[in-house]
């Protein structure tokens, strides 16, 4: 973002003008009239044009003096060209010169502060409006000198990839396109679905084994389960506006990718099998008319198929044609079925003599009466009943499915839905009752079967009526409730219009199953959940039709018709639809407990409770049908979820699940708070001064691995400077690098602040990062290598922030490699600023390790890693950049902790009580995969005589702690002498910094102490003499002792506050670290982090 300016256009010269009064105003400059007219004709219609690519116009500044014809505009307006020209008064449109910005005149002047409008918050072009963005905030607050955004979108609000897809999708089909309303579009898809083969085939069937009561608990209980999922849908499908994809897109909208990727994938392949299921029905029925006048082109099995396969391509060629022509074959088959329920019934009211030796009578009480209780056979019971009748509930999806193609899906889908289910719901309970009122459950056939003579010892109801059945108890009949699946036909008026009432239900289900797969699969390949499917989110035509998912489905469908055996598939199928109702109704129960204020579906009549118990019931439905088809079921979603979170597909669609996590974390939070900590509890909670985040890996990846799936670990970044802070850019960047955090699974936060120097800075995060109890206790960052050759007054903003560190009780941990931790000098050099975004590819650097690390992993391909020297390759065509060999060692050095440790120790220097922390770092480290072959060495001060019962101490202390060690190494000579050469070489390293007060007057002394507080004092140096010796001591011993550690852990040597200079300070901790393998230097703050206590 600059902040210079916009330079006016090209060939016009600059319409700002400075006048000597304070009264000026604001107006546009005349640029363009006929196309800001036009503009404003079309009420914010897009234009283009060079000029147009900025939010404002060119603007003159006139005092009222210069005679503006409208110069009584207030001060913070600006007005297009188009709205000078506008007649309409009061309310009216008019547009800026942004392609798709929008403003309405209102308050009586024109303001760029627009008023609400509800094409502001559309999420893509749409057919019932426009895609509008309201100015940005920095449009109206920031100063005039800035460029309010870039590239045309306020605050980021780029849409996804998906979203621009359907959005050029949309406004390329806005002419012509098809939508449907909620009956054409809902109920008679539902009720076609609903309808099926098993109404005029298996409901009789039903009624003779269960009997008329049972027959009724069986269809309310489908009515309850699907009666709660509609109304679960319902509330689902009003909380927001409904694109494609009927249950995927409600479940994945509402419970996130995981579920609805799952579902979605199980729900279209259920869809696809559903066609084969359906056509093979109606072939089999086919093949039975052709049997009965001995017509067979084969043999059964094979005319199935046959018939089977050309009655899938007719389907087909329906679907493809279009919706419209669906639709239509949709209504003649309604019209059919309708047609053939009401002959059914119209035939049960005559009663005709020469059907009565098959088992219909007409109503009759004494049949009713009968028929009113159960008579299982076959083994038969109420839950194999009930698993049979089930599938016939599962099609109130049929118009969710086409949610795309409705155009109002939030009033269309909870009215066509829910009346389908209770029209059909009636037609099946008035069927059961019929059935059982009319038809006895045994008939022979025979008119021979009368009984002639009295009927004053008839024990059943076809006795009473003059019949004789009771020969079907040894079995063998052939009709009456049990034995007939025809018997409708029997008692319908027209008996061919039942059979044609079951080619139409089944033509009709399978129709709207093979147009519900494509529309559910092509919406899940927009989403691109799954790798290699989206090429069968390609739309075709006015309506986007899926052609190629059409194609699939077809496949799919054909290749089950073929096998022609659907007895072990079809209890999968129903099991994978109640897979799809459970979710949906846990998604109401989810988000209603999530109380998120974006849960606010316009639809009222739904319940959190209900909604729950209607996925439990799905769910008990699934195992009553069939116990090993719903597990497999259940395997086949968990495997499906288990992949999605794995892969983690990069959508965001404010799922109930985000909604739910954030109640638990805030209320876990809060209940943290309301308990003290306790040493058991206690973990490291650090805040690490990385700058960005990619800048020092070597400090990131070995703070990661103590804390990862332990403590909170914040990245802390401090930005200085003398410009003024531009906060949206910071926002930017700590969206950014949270980004890359995650992408390279830190578990990490950033958060960067803006602040005059490091001190500050570190003031405000120390004080400020947290939250409740997850707030950072220990602070750690990288020494300070370069501290003598740049500018003394940063090793005192350095020192100082460890003294506030400790002033607000934090412990502090120091990582210094020799060769150095921020390597941002290198990305600087080779990486150009959009380079840097961590969204963008990182440097492929290869570097020939073989010099640090024997037998480590290869950073870079096989080619790469025989270079000599290290390669950067900032592309494909760009030649390579080759580094030097200090920038070698430090990208190398960076990368040591990212791998999996040699075999080696880690040196623990306990040498002063901290509160455990110096040991706690390296125990929870040997936790960790990475350093699993690395065991802990322990070294602590000692008195020569007193060796041996130091050692057995420390090991007892240890032991208690629970804490494995490999060695304890007592140093009697920690309290030797240094070597002279090295007393001599601290004393060089401080002499620059030395105030020498002796030898100058008093007066210039203390000015000079107060200018540069740095400066060491003669006496202060004199004071602290034992203690500069130890450090140097304490480095001879590190360098014999620990010089082949893979890691050094070493109390850090403290300084009292306002005592110790701050170059003094800097000198014992660069003398007692220097020159040996990684270092922490850890001190706590002395409160007990480790306990022996259970």
């Known amino acids: 973002m600059s902040d210079q300016p916009l330079p006016p256009p090209s060939g016009q010269k600059s319409a700002l003008r400075v006048t000597e009064s304070s009264l000026s105003r604001f107006q546009v400059d005349p640029v363009a009239e006929a196309a800001a007219a036009a503009a404003a004709a079309a009420g914010g219609s897009r234009s283009s044009g060079g000029e147009e690519k900025g939010r404002f116009r060119v603007v003159n500044f006139l005092s009222p003096s210069d005679g503006a014809p409208d110069a009584g505009v207030n001060g913070d307006t600006v007005r297009s060209e188009a709205s000078l020209h506008s007649s309409t008064g009061g309310l009216s449109h008019f547009s800026d010169t942004h392609s798709s910005t929008y403003y309405l005149r209102t308050f009586g002047h024109n303001t760029i502060d627009a008023v609400p409008n509800i094409d502001f918050y559309r999420q893509t072009e749409a057919p019932l409006g426009e895609k509008l963005i309201r100015p940005s905030l920095s449009e109206l607050h920031d100063e005039l000198d800035k460029e309010p955004f870039e590239d045309g979108f306020p605050n980021d609000e780029e849409l996804t990839a998906a979203e621009m897809i359907t959005s050029k999708e949309l406004s390329d089909s806005k002419g012509g396109t098809v939508k449907f309303g909620w009956i054409k579009g809902v109920l008679i898809r539902c009720m076609l679905n609903i309808w099926g083969v098993m109404l005029f085939i298996r409901m009789s069937w039903i009624v003779g084994q269960a009997g008329i009561v049972l027959s009724c608990a ?14 679960s849908t319902s509330a689902i499908a009003t909380n927001g506006f409904v694109r494609g994809g009927g249950a995927y897109y409600l479940i994945s909208r509402s419970l996130g990718p995981e579920f ?20 093979v029905g109606f072939a089999e029925t086919v093949v039975e008319l052709l049997d009965s006048i001995d017509a067979l082109m084969t043999d059964e099995i094979n005319d199935v198929r046959i018939i089977g396969t050309l009655t899938v391509i007719l389907l087909l060629g329906i679907s493809v044609a279009g919706m419209e022509w669906e639709a239509k074959a949709q209504i003649v088959l309604l019209v059919i079925l309708v047609a053939a329920i009401f002959n059914y019934f119209i035939g049960s009211f005559i009663p005709v003599e020469s059907k009565e030796p098959k088992g219909f009578f007409g109503y009759n009480a004494a049949i009713m009466l009968e028929n ?111 034995n007939d699946f025809q018997v409708m036909s029997l008692v319908s008026g027209f008996g061919p219009l039942i059979t044609a009432g079951i080619f139409s239900a089944t033509l009709s289900s399978a129709l709207a199953s093979l147009v519900s797969a494509p529309k559910v699969f092509q919406a899940l390949c927009k989403d691109n959940i799954y790798p290699g499917v989206r090429v069968f989110a390609k739309g075709y035509g006015k309506n986007n039709e899926p052609l190629r998912a059409y194609v ?32 949906i109704n846990f998604s109401v129960f989810h988000a209603s407990l999530a109380n998120s204020p974006g849960w606010r579906p316009s639809f009222k009549y739904y319940n959190k409770w209900v909604s729950l118990f209607g996925a439990v019931l799905c769910c008990v439905v699934m195992f009553v049908i069939n116990w090993w088809a719903a597990l497999l079921t259940n395997v086949i979603v968990l495997a499906l979820y288990i992949y999605v979170s794995y892969k983690k597909p990069d959508v965001n669609w404010g799922s109930s699940t985000q909604a739910l996590m954030y109640n638990q974390a805030l209320t876990h939070c809060l209940h943290l708070t309301g308990v003290e900590d306790h040493i058991k509890n206690f973990r490291p909670q650090c805040l690490v001064m990385t700058g960005y985040p990619n800048s020092r890996p070597a400090l990131l990846y070995l703070v990661h691995a103590f804390t990862k799936n332990t403590g909170l670990m914040i990245c802390g970044h401090v930005l200085t400077g003398y410009r ?62 370069n501290w003598r050759d740049g500018d003394m007054k940063e090793v005192e903003t350095f020192i100082n922030t460890i003294h506030d560190a400790f ?64 390669l950067i390759f900032r592309g494909s065509k760009s030649a390579p950049v080759r580094l030097s060999p200090a920038d070698e060692k430090l990208l190398a050095a960076g990368q040591q902790f990212k791998r999996k440790q040699r075999k080696g120790t880690i040196d623990v220097w306990w040498l002063f009580d901290d509160g455990g922390l110096t040991l706690l770092i390296p125990y929870l480290l040997t936790n960790k995969k990475k350093w699993s072959d690395c065991k802990i060495r322990v070294f602590i001060g000692g008195k020569i005589n007193r060796i041996d019962h130091d050692r057995r101490a420390m090991a007892a202390l240890l032991s208690k702690f629970r804490i494995d060690f490999s060695d304890i190494t007592v140093l009697g000579d920690i309290n030797i002498k240094p070597k002279k050469h090295n007393k001599k070489m601290f004393q060089e390293m401080i002499e620059p910094y030395r105030l020498r007060e002796d030898d100058m007057e008093q007066e210039a002394a203390e000015k000079l102490k107060a200018e540069e507080p740095w400066r060491i004092t003669d006496n202060e140096l004199e004071l602290y003499r034992a203690k500069s010796n130890r450090q140097i001591r304490l480095n001879e011993l590190l360098k014999e002792h620990s010089s082949t550690a893979n890691l050094i852990v070493i109390t850090m040597p403290l300084a009292r506050k306002g005592t110790v200079s701050s170059a003094l300070y800097m000198s014992w901790l660069d003398t007692l670290s220097k020159d040996l393998p990684p270092i922490l230097l850890v001190r706590g703050n002395h409160q007990s982090v480790l306990t022996f206590y259970s």
Not at 438 to 450: H, L, P, Q, S, Y
Not at 842 to 868: M, P
């Open 552 to 583: 699939l489905t077809f496949i799919i469908g054909l290749a089950f018709i073929l096998i022609a055996e659907l007895n072990v598939i079809a209890p999968i199928i129903s099991n994978f639809f109640l897979a799809s109702y459970a979710l």
């Open 724 to 785: 003024r802070p531009n906060y949206k850019d910071l926002m930017n960047e700590q969206v950014r690098y949270q980004r890359w955090l995650l992408k390279a699974r830190m578990k990490a936060f950033y958060t960067p602040v803006f602040a005059e120097d490091l001190r500050q800075g570190a003031q405000y995060l120390l004080q400020t990062t947290g939250l409740g109890r997850l707030k950072p206790n220990t602070l750690v960052f990288g020494f300070k290598n």
């Open 372 to 482: 009113m209780g159960p008579d299982f056979r076959d083994e038969e019971t109420f839950f194999s009943v009930f698993a049979i009748f089930f599938p016939a509930a599962t099609g109130i999806l049929a118009g969710a499915n086409i949610s795309g193609d409705l155009a109002d899906p939030q009033l269309a889908i909870p009215k066509g839905t829910l009346l389908a289910i209770l029209i059909t719901g009636v037609v099946y309970l008035a069927v059961a009752v019929s059935n059982g009122s009319c038809i006895v459950r045994d008939a022979t056939g025979d008119d021979n079967d009368t009984i002639v003579g009295s009927l004053e010892n008839c024990t059943d109801a076809a006795c009473t009526l003059g019949y004789d059945f009771s020969i079907c108890k040894e079995g063998g009949c052939k009709y009456g409730l049990i």
């Open 218 to 231: 069986v269809v309310l209980m489908a009515i309850v389960v699907t009666s709660i999922t509609g109304l």
């Open 807 to 870: 002033d607000l009780q934090y412990g502090v941990v120091l990582l210094r490699l020799k060769e150095g931790l921020d390597i941002s000098h290198i990305q600087d050099e080779f990486q150009s600023p959009h380079e840097k975004a961590p969204g963008m590819k990182d440097l492929l650097v290869s570097i020939n390790i073989k010099d640090f690390e024997s037998g480590s992993s290869k950073t870079s391909s096989q080619t790469a890693s025989c270079q000599s020297s290290p």
């Open 260 to 279: 609805g990727g799952s579902i979605g994938l199980i729900f279209a392949f259920a869809n696809a099998v559903a066609v084969a299921m359906y056509v």
